[in-house]
């Protein structure tokens, strides 16, 4: 990897981590921890549900450990906006935050989904709170959401209804420090939210429920593919708008100056558009972003793992030649860009469910077009 031109004085980036290593204790200064960090090594029936149930209902479990007869209380339908992009103060936002339609009941009705909240505990100790989405199939698709956002963001709401209207369940959920879910929120915490979905999937596949494929957007597309780059026991992947360059884009949220306030403070605090406190960016958390090694992830997907990279000609956030550069390393690959779309699909949503939905499904041709390769 290869460091921008405005760290070159300070950091000194590390060669491709070592999957197998885990990540050393905490560095004293960035430029030593840059040289020795790398990533931790491991870690039905169809039902209609009426207009007076359009209710979530809260399922505790471990996912260490599952028994004992879960307790079951409802609790409302609720519906957050998606995350703000939080800049630095005195630079203007790039996006605002927009409200988001809740699922309606006739919807519900019509595509016989319910609905439920699965709190799942991750090695960790901390509580991971998500949405099923039960539409009757056997397997099922996990979404993750993207850098600061939720599992009620747009883009993960608008993929879940998608999903559900052809009788695939869906799980969403909140990564450990965001929406629901324990924590504190770290910024980088690439393998760290790695570890989160895989104590997501193991808890599933405790419950003889195959899961399917695995769907990230954004942040959340790195986070996928990290995972089967490091396991491979899911064999459809599917990453939206994920970034390549984790270089790039820091400054955007820190600001132009924040190398020389991480050397003078030790940290960077990133306030919203409105000028209040949002998050510590500490020297710790941004070592995990530079190390990350997306090009040393992509080499390490099986060949048999079927990877979709999907993205908006015109993202702002993250720009289309990243998509291309997924598409070069990964063997089993497919690429598709939506024109005129942004980073999260505001007007194209429904043209990345068909996408994603086509994936994920493949047609009769495309089963016997793969069974023979691998006969």
């Given at each position: 990897m290869v460091a921008p031109s405005s760290l070159h004085a300070t950091l000194a980036l590390p060669p491709p981590s070592n999957y197998a290593s885990?990540?050393?204790?905490?560095?004293?200064?960035?430029?030593?921890a840059l040289r020795c960090s790398s990533p931790p090594a491991s870690?039905?029936?169809?039902?209609?549900?009426?207009?007076?149930?359009?209710?979530?209902?809260?399922?505790?479990?471990?996912?260490?450990?599952v028994d004992g007869k879960p307790a079951v209380a409802p609790i409302p339908l609720d519906v957050n906006a998606e995350a703000d992009k939080f800049i630095f103060s005195g630079e203007s936002a790039g996006f605002l935050k927009s409200p988001i339609a809740q699922i309606s009941s006739?919807?519900?009705?019509?595509?016989?989904?319910?609905?439920?909240?699965?709190?799942?505990?991750?090695?960790?100790?901390?509580?991971?709170?998500?949405?099923?989405?039960?539409a009757g199939s056997g397997e099922l698709v996990i979404l993750c959401h993207g850098f600061r956002s939720s599992k009620e963001s747009k883009t993960i709401m608008n993929l879940a209804d998608a999903l559900g209207s052809e009788n695939v369940s869906?799980?969403?959920?909140?990564f450990a420090g965001n929406g629901d879910s324990d924590g504190s929120f770290q910024y980088g915490n690439y393998w760290r939210e790695v570890e989160d979905l895989r104590d997501i999937?193991?808890?599933f596949s405790r419950q003889n429920r195959g899961v399917h494929a695995i769907v990230g957007h954004s942040k959340g597309g790195n986070v996928v593919l990290l995972y089967a780059s490091k396991f491979h026991d899911i064999s459809t992947i599917v990453n939206i708008s994920g970034r390549f360059n984790l270089e790039r884009g820091i400054d955007d949220r820190l600001g132009k100056d924040f190398m020389e306030?991480?050397?003078?403070?030790?940290?960077?605090?990133?306030?919203?558009?409105m000028g209040r406190f949002a998050y510590r960016v500490t020297e710790q958390s941004l070592i995990d972003r530079l190390s990350t090694d997306m090009h040393a992830a992509c080499l390490s997907i099986d060949k048999n793992c079927r990877v979709l990279t999907v993205h908006g000609s015109e993202d702002d956030i993250v720009p289309p030649e990243d998509a291309s550069k997924f598409d070069k390393?990964?063997?089993?690959?497919?690429?598709?860009?939506?024109?005129?779309?942004?980073?999260r699909f505001i007007s194209h949503q429904f043209h990345l469910g068909r996408i994603l939905l086509e994936f994920i499904r493949p047609?009769?041709?495309?089963?016997?077009?793969?069974?023979?390769?691998?006969?």
């Open positions: 885990s990540l050393s204790a905490k560095p004293q200064s960035l430029s030593s870690l039905r029936s169809r039902a209609p549900v009426a207009v007076e149930e359009a209710f979530r209902f809260e399922l505790t479990l471990d996912a260490t450990e006739s919807q519900i009705e019509v595509s016989s989904v319910s609905q439920q909240k699965v709190v799942i505990r991750n090695t960790h100790g901390e509580n991971l709170v998500g949405i099923l989405h039960e869906v799980f969403r959920f909140d999937i193991q808890y306030r991480m050397k003078r403070d030790g940290f960077v605090d990133v306030m919203d558009k390393l990964i063997m089993n690959h497919k690429l598709h860009i939506i024109e005129g779309a942004d980073h047609s009769q041709d495309e089963d016997g077009a793969a069974a023979k390769e691998q006969a």
